[in-house]
């Protein structure tokens, strides 16, 4: 990746140590402020006992990820108005009496009054995003990006807004936080901060028990229920273990501050939520923030998979009530429900999951909705499986559940998760005869009819053409067999085929095999005698089997019989 390099030719001041500017206060014009690889801020800073504000005409969101461990002293506390002005600033991460804390790990300046200031050397936990008025990140840092450096991984929060105030709900707006971040490291744990703030100028300061606070529940739950409630802004600090993965909502509700009783008209944010990581972590940055706004969000539904259990299948038996999790922000009403569908890929055989419930067909009261579905998993076969072994699918086989969720107006979204059918046994190979041998009523057995009188048939002949039809190494549901295992003919020396009372054949004319080209065909002499023989046809089958299963094959009688 080549990223952006800012050189900054210092020809009337340089400034190194932020204590050092303390006598820069007030008075300045507004200024280009630059941190790291975010998009230039514009506004005016000053600094008091080491804590350097920033006043900004844009959002500028900060967060200590993990303890700096130098210039812990120096902090750095962005401010920048609300929308309404003269009546409050945003206010983001935790706050104390109505204020938010200044964070620390600021390092020194570069600044000339022609170039604007640049804040360098600052601590590695300190992480700060430069955002646009309308609330937005940049998607990536430097100016270019190529193919070849792609986020390994993304971090991603979501602002949900759900219900806009009035005078029946007390005037409270409320919103999710819906934070998902991958597993980031395999051996090391990982510090990461998620945050939130709102409008001052809008919302009221959270204290206890008033009416704006905020509960963490699992994705896809739509009320606080017995969580705790904590009254402060979303400021959450913790170390991600190895090989450890985070999905977490945050309900939040924010009420009206004192005299405000609606919304102003604007298009600015009214909240922020942010996700911070440590730097170049992730990459791709436009989604570690999100905002609310003056009207409800509408969101695609969400699909929650983390509680569907799909293991345990075996060859032969069903799976039943497994359960998915959908929500969205979207309040139900009278015949728009949020619902889902579940149909299930048995290999390219598609076909609507059984007992698909989504629960009551009455309306949730919301705000949003979310419901738990369940279904059955019921394979199209007895003899259906997909592995040969755990969790290895089978050459060119494949399964999967396919989950659509569509909210009440109608907007849907879909998730695929991969099915495994454990095998629990080896199918033996499957064959036909020519239609040639027809069942005698009397032996019961496919046979060769040779009359004298019609010595020009085929079975007096003795060339039957694609005798041994069909050949597959399993029944057609047994998907995995057919994907590992081939199927051949088993044959004696000379390839002969093993038959009883040889005498009706001639000398060397007992029946044997002629393989050409992929067909089966049969040949053999008759003497002319009167007489019948029974032969055997035996198919096995061959490839990879599961663990604990061996060959299988499968035989057939038929006979060849003479008569006048």
């Not at 939130?196 to 896809?220: L, M, N, Q, T």
Request: include cysteine.
């Amino acid at each position: 990746m080549i990223k952006q390099s800012r050189v900054f030719k210092n020809s009337s001041l340089v400034i190194a140590g932020v204590a050092a500017m303390a006598w820069m206060t007030g008075g300045m014009a507004a200024t280009s402020i630059i941190f790291g690889d975010e998009d230039a801020a514009t506004g005016t800073f000053q600094v008091t006992n080491q804590t350097s504000t920033f006043t900004l005409l844009a959002p500028f969101l900060c967060a200590d990820v993990g303890t700096p461990l130098t210039h812990a002293a120096n902090k750095i506390n962005p401010v920048f108005a609300g929308v309404t002005p003269g009546s409050g600033n945003f206010q983001f991460g935790g706050v104390t009496a109505g204020q938010q804390s200044p964070v620390g790990g600021l390092g020194s300046w570069n600044y000339s009054p022609s170039t604007g200031l640049s804040i360098v050397q600052s601590d590695p936990a300190l992480v700060c995003y430069s955002l646009s008025a309308s609330g937005t990140r940049k998607a990536t840092p430097g100016l270019f990006v190529d193919d070849f450096e792609l986020p390994q991984f993304d971090a991603n929060i979501t602002v949900r807004t759900v219900q806009l105030p009035n005078s029946d709900n007390s005037f409270v707006y409320r919103y999710y936080v819906d934070v998902n971040i991958p597993v980031l490291s395999p051996t090391v744990q990982v510090p990461v901060v998620i945050r939130d703030g709102y409008d001052s100028s809008v919302f009221g300061a959270p204290v206890s028990g008033g009416g704006s606070y905020f509960c963490a529940v699992s994705i896809g739950a739509t009320s606080c229920g017995a969580n705790p409630i904590t009254y402060n802004n979303v400021d959450v600090s913790q170390m991600l273990a190895a090989n450890q993965q985070l999905h977490q909502r945050y309900i939040v509700s924010r009420q009206l501050k004192a005299g405000v009783t609606s919304l102003p008209v604007t298009s600015k944010p009214l909240v922020l939520g942010a996700v911070f990581l440590p730097t170049d972590l992730d990459t791709k940055l436009d989604n570690n923030v999100s905002a609310g706004f003056t009207g409800l969000s509408d969101f695609l539904p969400t699909i929650t998979t983390t509680g569907t259990n799909l293991s345990g299948l075996v060859e032969g038996s069903v799976l039943t009530n497994v359960s998915v999790a959908i929500s969205d922000d979207t309040t139900e009403s009278v015949g728009n429900l949020l619902n889902a569908t579940v149909s299930i890929d048995f290999d390219g055989n598609v076909q609507q999951a059984a007992n698909v419930n989504c629960g009551s067909t009455s309306p949730q009261a919301g705000p949003g909705a979310s419901r738990t579905c369940t279904f059955d998993v019921v394979p199209p076969d007895a003899n259906f499986a997909t592995d040969t072994a755990p969790g290895t699918y089978a050459s060119g086989v494949t399964a999967s559940v396919i989950i659509t969720a569509v909210d009440a107006r109608g907007q849907s979204v879909t998730t695929s998760l991969p099915l495994h059918v454990a095998s629990s046994d080896n199918d033996a190979p499957v064959f036909d005869l020519s239609p040639l041998a027809q069942v005698n009523e009397i032996s019961g057995y496919p046979t060769l009819s040779c009359s004298i009188a019609s010595s020009n048939s085929p079975a007096c002949l003795g060339v039957i053409a694609d005798f041994v039809t069909g050949m597959k190494a399993a029944p057609a549901g047994a998907v995995d067999e057919l994907g590992a295992q081939g199927a051949f003919v088993a044959y004696l020396d000379g390839f002969h085929l093993a038959c009883t009372d040889p005498t009706i054949f001639g000398l060397n004319g007992q029946p044997k095999y002629v393989f050409s080209s992929g067909h089966v065909d049969l040949d053999y002499n008759l003497t002319g005698a009167i007489g019948s023989a029974l032969c055997y046809v035996t198919v096995a089958d061959y490839g990879t089997y599961p663990s604990g299963q061996t060959q299988k094959d499968n035989s057939k009688v038929f006979q060849i019989v003479v008569t006048p």
